[in-house]
């Protein structure tokens, strides 16, 4: 009898684990681009924080290439401060932008330097101004890019470094370009990184992954800004319950320990 239970739950157990990797291999192979495989960013630990030289040249990176189509709405300029640059540093960066303000006393708009507090410029003056310079489809913003997407930071970097030829059978519309990691396969925006494209401050090669990462890191940063903080605060608030949960079970013992160690005599 128990044998018969035995072979049956065998039996149950592996038709399950047959179904499971069934619709597992079918849920793969029905989606419309490759999944991108986990890269291991340095600021993915637990306590682990960003990596500070990173951010600075992914954020050089997105200035000089991906300012020219995408825009960073989340941010302003002194969230940078102490971040990527130092506030004079920054100030200076945003002097060099020209922003719309006013009405002034005659009830006119004007144009000003860039303060810190503004938001990093926009590439188009509107969204119609965005679809018109890209055949009708809008840049996205990439303030919470690497939120937006599944397994954001590691598409994002596979997106940047995964351009290649067309497979053959492969029908490709004009404008648009071949990406694995793009739902569909077909993309408009042309690969936008090229070896050498940039030259980092600190004498980094700029080559298409190094450039990658960095701007991966920056826009995983941008979309978190409080990143640091958060796991610092969680660290410390960890610490503070552990010793509270010390101190109550110490005390506890030290309340209950001459009841429990009393001894009870009965006087006939």
Known sequence: ???????????????????????????????????????????????????????????????????????????????????THTEEQVKTFAAEVDVEDGPNDEGEMFERPGKLSDKLPKPYANDEAGRAANNGALPPDLTLMTKARHDG????????????????????????????????????????????QVEYEDGTPATVCQMAKDVTTFLSWAAEPEHDQRKKMGMQWFTAMCAMAVAAGYYKRMRWSPLKTRKVSYIN
């Open 1 to 83: 009898m128990l044998a018969r239970v035995a072979l049956r739950t065998a039996k149950v157990a592996g038709a399950s684990a047959l179904t499971a990797g069934v619709m597992g291999g079918v849920a793969m192979a029905s989606d419309d681009h490759v999944p991108p495989i986990s890269y291991g960013f340095s600021h993915d630990g637990i306590l682990s924080a960003f990596d500070s030289s990173s951010v600075r040249r992914g954020y050089q990176v997105y200035k000089e290439v991906c300012s020219t189509c995408h825009s960073l709405e989340g941010i302003a300029f002194r969230n940078l401060v102490g971040v």
């Open 153 to 196: 930071q590691n598409y994002v970097f596979a997106l940047l470094t995964g351009y290649c030829e067309e497979p053959a059978g492969k029908v490709m519309l004009p404008g648009l370009h071949y990406n694995p990691y793009f739902g569909g396969g077909a993309i408009g925006m042309p690969a936008p990184l090229m070896d050498g």
